[in-house]
């Protein structure tokens, strides 16, 4: 059974970089031939993609955050992680990572979420 | 245009059945894929490729496609189903991935 893990920082200050770690477990990144994504939801609101990278590094994001986000993967330690540079307040929001099977298949396990607050 | 567009709510009668709807241009041309989602969870996939249903997921729920809308029906509805739902798809260039708007569906 695939399992998916978001760690990081809780509370990130303003203008700083949001980092953030998904630990995948019970599959191989390296081996499988997946895209791994991670999504956002902002408090009471609806879903939002922010990106993709596959084993080889190839990625794809939002337009609307590409010029803030970054996405890559450690296949050694089967992570993939997200950078969110210049955060503001607006950037508070849970954060999941998610599996893709690719092709538009549907993000078939996610993980749990993690909160970030973007707060002085 | 690669929005998709939901009605924020639908009610529904235990044991009667509920229509989702998710409209946009990219529809015409690329999958949708259906999410249920629980207060404090996250989602879960429960349509892909607009009418396949993963493994586990219970055969009340089905999916359908036409134009550039497509219907997430779930049938004799239960409690448990009280949920918000998204859909997604791709752009037209299949380089990027969109949620749609999101609706509420609340079992009377």
């Known amino acids: 059974q695939v399992q998916l893990q978001e760690s990081g920082p809780g509370l990130v200050k303003p203008s700083r970089t949001l980092s953030l770690t998904c630990s995948v477990s019970?599959?191989?990144?390296?081996?499988?031939?997946?895209?791994w994504s991670w999504i956002r939801q902002h408090p009471g609101k609806g879903l939002e993609w922010i990106g993709y990278i596959n084993r080889s590094g190839n990625t794809y994001y939002n337009p609307s955050l590409k010029s803030r986000v970054v996405i890559s993967v450690d296949t050694s330690k089967n992570q993939f992680s997200l950078k969110v540079n210049s955060v503001t307040s607006a950037d508070t929001a849970v954060f999941y990572c998610?599996?893709?099977?690719?092709?538009?298949?549907?993000?078939?396990?996610w993980g749990r979420g993690t909160l970030v607050i973007v707060s002085s | 245009s690669s929005e998709l567009t939901q009605p924020p709510s639908v009610p529904v009668s235990p044991g009667q059945t509920a229509r989702i709807t998710c409209s946009g241009d990219?529809?015409?041309?690329?999958?949708a894929n259906w999410y249920q989602q629980k207060p404090g969870q996250a989602p879960m996939l429960v349509i892909y490729k607009d009418t396949e249903r993963p493994s586990g997921i219970p055969e009340r729920f089905s999916g359908s496609s036409s134009g550039t809308t497509v219907t997430l029906t779930i049938s004799g509805v239960q409690a448990e189903d009280e949920a918000d739902y998204y859909c997604?798809?791709?752009?037209?260039?299949?380089?990027?991935?969109?949620f749609g708007t999101g609706t509420k569906v609340t079992v009377l």
């Open positions: 997604q798809s791709a752009d037209s260039s299949a380089t990027f991935y969109v």
């Open positions: 990219a529809l015409a041309k690329k999958y």
């Open positions: 019970g599959g191989s990144i390296s081996s499988d031939n997946y895209y």
């Open positions: 998610a599996r893709d099977p690719g092709v538009n298949s549907g993000l078939d396990y």
